[in-house]
């Protein structure tokens, strides 16, 4: 199988150079995911307004690390498991927290309803449970939200299929794997 390294700003075009130096003033540092993505300038810097702007109006940070790290966990994304862990970390959320939105099994009936649904839509490539779709409304979520959701869904997709796909070095701490009993 064909390796994919990690290029170098100085390997990438002119507008990637510019949109990963503006990354890493923000973030102090290039993740290797991002620069990965920047083989393709135009890709990076529509995925990273995609991003910047995907669930906003309807979650907080701590709801989108939720939905994140529900689909990064069913994607089996070692990367993205890595760095929503350590950014749900920033937020607020504990170590334990966060493997339990892995789990579904977060007491926070809103963080559950989020983190099973998207269990349920990243398992069954878009579809979900009428009981799982009844609870996220219940939790007091409407259908501006609902697309919102998706939206948020198909942003950690695509950085969990890069992933997948290009198995560039996780350079986040690793995310601690779940009991063999809760998988």
Known sequence: ?????????????????????????????????????AYSSDTLENYLNFS????????????????????SEVNECEYCLAAHTAIAKMNGFTEEETIQLREGSIADSKLKALSRLATDVATNRGRASESNLEVFYAAGYDEKALIDFLAVVMEISFTNYTHNL??????????????????
Request: avoid cysteine; charge should be positive.
């Open 1 to 37: 199988m064909k390796t994919i390294n990690v290029p170098t700003v100085n390997q990438l075009d002119e507008k990637a150079q510019s949109i990963l130096n503006n990354v890493k003033s923000q973030l102090g540092m290039i993740p290797n995911l991002y620069a990965t993505i």
């Open 52 to 71: 910047s702007k995907a669930g906003k109006e309807s979650f907080s940070a701590k709801e989108m690390e939720a939905i994140k790290l529900a689909v």
């Open 166 to 183: 290009t198995k560039v070095p996780v350079d986040f701490p690793k995310a601690k794997e779940l009991s063999k009993s809760a998988a």
